[in-house]
Nanobody
Framework: QVQVVESGGGLVQPGGSLRLSCAAS????????MSWHRQAPGKERELVAG????????NYADSVKGRFIIFRVNAKNTLYLQMNSLKPEDTAVYYC?????????WGQGTQVTVSS
């Protein structure tokens, strides 16, 4: 049974940091491209960052470049998103996705709220 479970969200003040985790099971994690996406109220879901299956290549949305870092530990079947210098506009539900070919697995999301 495939499971993709995000954690680490919460309320943080502007300028603060959070680290999101995504624990995966039920598929060969190291074969999958992994990514973080987010969806703010009233907006479409957007790609935040992605990482190749072995971690050698990453890409970021322009809005988070220089502030967020995506990384993975394949031995732990876990994906991470380190979020620094958070802004109110980063407020959203953050989702983890695994993809290989036409196969995609999504988590249920974790809420991140940036507010003073």
């Amino acid at each position: 049974q495939v499971q993709v479970v995000e954690s680490g969200g919460g309320l943080v003040q502007p300028g603060g940091s959070l680290r999101l985790s995504c624990a995966a099971s039920g598929f060969t994690f190291s074969n999958y491209y992994m990514s973080w996406h987010r969806q703010a109220p009233g907006k479409e879901r957007e790609l935040v960052a992605g990482i190749s299956n072995l971690g050698s290549s990453t890409n970021y949305a322009d809005s988070v470049k220089g502030r967020f870092i995506i990384f993975r530990v394949n031995a732990k079947n876990t994906l991470y998103l380190q979020m620094n210098s958070l802004k109110p506009e980063d407020t959203a539900v953050y989702y983890c996705k695994g993809a290989r070919g036409r196969t995609e697995y999504w988590g249920q999301g974790t809420q991140v709220t940036v507010s003073s």
